[in-house]
Nanobody, 117 residues
């Protein structure tokens, strides 16, 4: 069973940066979709940044474009989310997600990111 373990969350001031990591228990090269979602209290879970291997696309949520960057290291089975110019509204639990083509995806346990002065 696939396991996804997030790390790197924490407390940061507005304008600061954090890098999240998502380590997978198996090779990530075969995943059709892999990336990051986030959920703030009382809100739905929204897409932040994802890779889609079928058409080699990288997609970002509108609110993070130009500030966040998703990357991957296949050798380490790890996906990263570099978050720069953080804003108060970026506060949320960030979840890693991965799915094979045509199969139900898996979620990590989440990591809390709090942006506060």
């Amino acid at each position: 069973q696939l396991q996804l373990v997030e790390s790197g969350g924490g407390l940061v001031q507005p304008g600061g940066s954090l890098r999240l990591s998502c380590a997978a228990s198996r090779s990530i090269a075969s995943f059709y979709t892999m990336g990051w979602f986030r959920q703030a209290p009382g809100n739905q879970r929204d897409m932040v940044a994802v890779f889609t291997s079928g058409d080699s696309r990288t997609m970002y949520g509108d609110s993070v474009k130009g500030r966040f960057t998703i990357s991957r290291d296949n050798a380490k089975n790890t996906v990263y989310l570099q978050m720069n110019s953080l804003k108060l509204e970026d506060t949320a639990v960030y979840y890693c997600y991965a799915a094979l083509l045509g199969q139900k995806g898996s979620w990590g346990q989440g990591t809390q990111v709090t942006v506060s002065s």
